[in-house]
């Protein structure tokens, strides 16, 4: 038993002295007491300088025995969180493309001819229920007003379940990370797509990685040179989960497994990393901790994901395994916003929480 405590001692010392020495800042960005709000990983996040958008679900709490804390009986609705002053403050928003009721209009094919150059530019990418298709909307005021939803093909999948997470190679060329069903209709596995006509028409370009026994899914992706991209991807077998790097030196065509970024994001629920190349070249991932002690961690590398620093605790003070999601911006001044889902306790909310931390003083 004192072993455990020292132990225990131990390691809130360390996680304290990381978050002293890298003046990491945790500020709420939503929470309502009997409210759900989850998942930003699933709805995107953009950023002009300072100026910070980030997606996420806005549902009702429910403690239920298995899943998430939300409740299926009652409705939840897509919100956006914006920041002007590189999220420290936030306003929520509702998007432009729903209705009063929180519904939004039945897809339509894309006319293409999107300009993905403008500087004011966002895409959001999204799953359908079921096995319809998923779809595209974009915006061109920094996601004040949004065009769509247009419909993606399906590629010949059996179910395409799409998150935001895309690269902008021209002004109507866009490359797109996105999941897909395995042939046996479970979860799932990455490929990417393009379109080089504005979002008219799109090509399946290449699976990342053989179909795997449990997952991989769940892709962030960056560039690192006009033809070498690195995706992680969010990956389980049995009850271990972990992130996997893979990179492409065609732009996509083909990948190699590259190494894991993240050994373990915890017990047997797991969590997607979020992936950006910093401003000195260095790449970060942060993701959830679903194991006690339950938070929010994040890796460094120096030399394009080939190998990554030692884990940093962002925050380990959260009540259950429901958190994470997380997507991540640096500002101006060159410190890391990683947006998630967070918890006090497990009997209570669920809230949109941010770190703001300084990766130019972790080691």
Not at 138 to 161: E, H, V
Not at 171 to 177: E, G, M, R, S, V
């Amino acid at each position: 038993m004192t072993k455990r405590i020292l132990i225990g001692l131990l390691s809130v010392t360390c996680v304290f002295a990381f978050q002293k020495e890298t003046g990491v800042k945790n500020v709420v960005v939503c929470k309502e007491q009997g409210r759900f709000g989850g998942w930003p990983a699933n709805n995107g996040i953009w950023s002009w300088g300072n100026e910070i958008v980030a997606g996420f679900m806005w549902g009702y709490f429910k403690n239920n025995e298995r899943g998430h804390a939300i409740d299926g009986s009652k409705p939840s609705v897509l919100r956006f969180a914006r920041s002007l002053d590189g999220g420290e403050t936030w306003k929520i928003e509702a998007p432009s493309f729903l209705d009063a009721q929180g519904g939004e209009r039945e897809p339509v094919d894309c006319p293409g001819g999107i300009d993905f150059t403008n500087p004011n530019f966002a895409m959001r990418v999204r799953m359908s229920e079921k096995n319809l298709p998923s779809r595209i909307y974009y915006s061109a005021d920094r996601c004040r007003t949004w065009q769509g939803p247009y419909q993606l093909p399906m590629f010949d999948q059996k179910r395409i379940m799409a998150r935001t997470d895309y690269l902008v190679n021209g002004k109507h060329d866009i490359t797109a990370f996105i999941t897909a069903s395995k042939q046996s209709g479970g979860e799932g596995r990455v490929f990417c797509t393009r379109t080089t006509d504005g979002g008219k028409t799109w090509e399946f370009v290449s699976w990342i990685g053989p179909e795997p026994k449990g997952f991989s899914i769940m892709p962030s992706s960056v560039r690192l040179s006009p033809t070498r991209i690195l995706s992680t991807l969010r990956c389980k077998e049995g009850n271990t989960h972990w992130v996997e790097a893979w990179v492409s030196d065609d732009n996509g065509k083909s990948w190699q497994f590259l190494n894991r970024a993240a050994e373990s994001t915890g017990g047997s629920q797991g969590n997607p990393s979020a992936l950006i190349k910093l401003k000195d070249g260095r790449l970060a991932i942060a993701y959830g901790y679903r194991s006690e002690p339950y938070g929010m961690r994040a890796r460094l590398s120096s030399d394009e994901g080939r190998t990554w620093g030692k884990e940093l605790i962002l925050r380990d003070d959260a009540g259950c395994w429901d958190l994470g999601y997380p997507r991540s911006v640096q500002r101006t001044d060159g410190k890391i916003v990683t947006v998630y889902y967070y918890n006090d306790h497990k009997d209570s909310e669920r809230y949109i929480g941010a770190t703001i931390w300084d990766p130019g003083k972790a080691k």
